[in-house]
Structure formats: C-alpha cells, structure tokens
C-alpha cells in the first residue's frame, strides 16, 4: 500500500497493474463532506448542528488536515473546557484572515449612508464571506472602488467593511509610498500585495487611488510610472483563488491612470454623495450627542444650515460650534450653555 500528491509523477512500472492493482482517488471533501468530517471529530455530540453547517459552509477547498488544525486551534481556545460553537468560529475567523484590520472598529451605526449605497454594501460583505458565492452561484466580487467628494465618508466605508468582514486587510496610502524613494515603493506595494495572497482571504485597500496610481499627463514622474506599471502587474497576476479583493477611494474616477480601472478587477463602483435631509438629521443627531440646544434651534433649522455641507464638515462644525458656547459658558458651570444659532454660524463661516 502506498500514498501520494500526484500519481504522473511516479515511474510507470512502479505503480502499474500487478504491483499496485487498485487505485484509490481521495479528492478534497464538498460541503456534505467536511460536515460529516467536522461532526465526527467534535464525537461529544454536544455542538449545534448549526456552527457546523456554518463551517462546512465557510471552508470550501479546505483538506480534512486543515478542518483538524481548526479544531485544534479550537480546542487549545477552550483551554481545558469542553470546546464549544463561539470557539470554533472564533478559530475560523482567526483562520480566516490572521492578520486583523489595523484599522478601529467602524460599525454601521458609526455612519450615514443613503439606503441604496447600504445595500450594495451589505451585498458585497455577504458576498465576501468565504463560500458563499460559490454556494449562491452569484460571481464573487473582485474589487471596488468607492467614488465621492471629500469628506463624504469613503476611507470611513473601507473602515467598515475592514471591520465587517472576516478577511485579513492591508492598506496603501499615498503617504506610505510617494515619501521614498523609486525602488522602494514599487518594493513596498509588491510586497503588500504578497502578503495580501499569503493571508488570504484578505482585502488591500488603496486610499486616493488618484494620488497613488495618477493618469500620467505628458511629463509623468519616474516614481509614478513605476508605481503604476507594478500595480498594474500585481492586478493582472491575481487569481480569483487568491481571494484578495481590491477597494479604492477617489475623488475623481478620472484621474486614475485608467489602465487600472479597465482589467475588470474592479468589479463594483459606488457612489457616495452628500446626505439626503434625513441623513443631515441622523448626522447631527450623532455629532450633538447630548449636548443641549437652544430652544429655537429646531433640527429642520439647523438640517437647513449645513445642507451641502460634507459629513466630514458637519463634524467639525460641530465641534467648532461647541468651543463657541464653551467660550460663553462660565468657568464654574459644570454644563455647557446651551449651543445658539450664532454658534453655528460662525463655525460654518470658519471652515467655508
Ligand atoms: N457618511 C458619513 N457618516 C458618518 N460620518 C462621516 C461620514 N462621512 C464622513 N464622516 C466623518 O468624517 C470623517 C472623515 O471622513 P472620510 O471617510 O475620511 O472622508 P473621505 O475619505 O470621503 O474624504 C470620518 O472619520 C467621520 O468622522
Ligand atoms: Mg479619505
């Protein structure tokens, strides 16, 4: 009896009929069958079917040595105790991504988003969750580029989705390469992109793509062709196997080098832009928190104050508004004067 990867690496006469009669294909297990692999070697019987359909679900391609290194990692969780579902899942998230967003937290509460921009989010964290594009049979996404004014919230949505889905994240801004020298950016985005496919399923994130990957006018700088021609052969040589999913922010579409745009990598595009009048509200709301307004500072009269402002600016006029009645506010008052109208407008004046 003997084993091997692969059979047409082996000398014919070595395994053929009369030495080795039977041959016996083991492929990876499908879905039904790392079920049944998981569920036999969590035997206590005490998991919930549940988180082992999750499981099974969420691992395609995984060998049976590699449901065992989960459960292991698992196991070596619960740390003595009986292993239990939170385990499991919380080893597959490690697995899933063992680097972890750099980046803070964002949840959904922590922004405004018109409900359309919310559901094509939501739909392409869904479909960000390993397997669930195969299972669905809707094409998995490959990339996306997020498209707004300033300030209207685009890092912030990279943020959440960091945060949101269970992938490894890396990210370049135009700060970690455009300081260095040539040879050393074109290093450090080949090696971000390695290290994207090594820890995959991962997402690499580019901040003002417009600065990093410029559309080149005549008189281009040497660093930015040089960036931009390895970024180009980083995009081309991703594979879908390599599960790195690519997210962008600009200003303006139109001054990226659109080489970049036209390989298709970039699968979705999503446009942010100002809030609607209930947005303007949700955001107010969120920046005042509890602090107390003047009686005839109604929300419609201050949604009618800031309108065309970027949410970005509501949250520093705010805060300018608050250091305005602070100012007021005398020094033994143990609360802030209620925020006034003036307040207001002053702080709009200063940022405008
Ligand atoms: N849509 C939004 N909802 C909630 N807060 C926002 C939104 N957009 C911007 N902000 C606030 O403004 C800050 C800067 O926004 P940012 O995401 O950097 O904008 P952009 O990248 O589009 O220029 C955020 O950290 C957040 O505090
Ligand atoms: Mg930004």
New binding site residues.
Partial sequence: MAATNSLDGLEPTLIRDGRFDLKLRLDLPNQAEREAILTSMLKTGSHAAPAIAEISRRTPGWSPARLRALIDRAILQAGGRPVTDDDILAALEESGGKDRPQVEAVNWD????PGPVISDIKAILRLLVPGTAEQLRVPAPTGLVLV?Q????????ARLIASQAMRSFYAITPSDVLSGVVGGSVKRLAEVFARAREHAPSILFFDEMDALFPAVTGYGSQHDIQLVEQALIEISELRSEHQVFLIG?TNDLSRIDPRILRGGRFSEKIE?GL?DVEGYRR?LE?TFGPTQLASDLTTPRLVEMVRGL???EI?AVVTAAKRFALARTPEQATALLPIEERDVEQAIARIR
């Fill in positions: 922590d922004v405004v988003l707004g300033p300030g209207t919230g685009k890092t912030l949505v922010t942010i809030p955001l969120m970027s949410p970005a949250t």
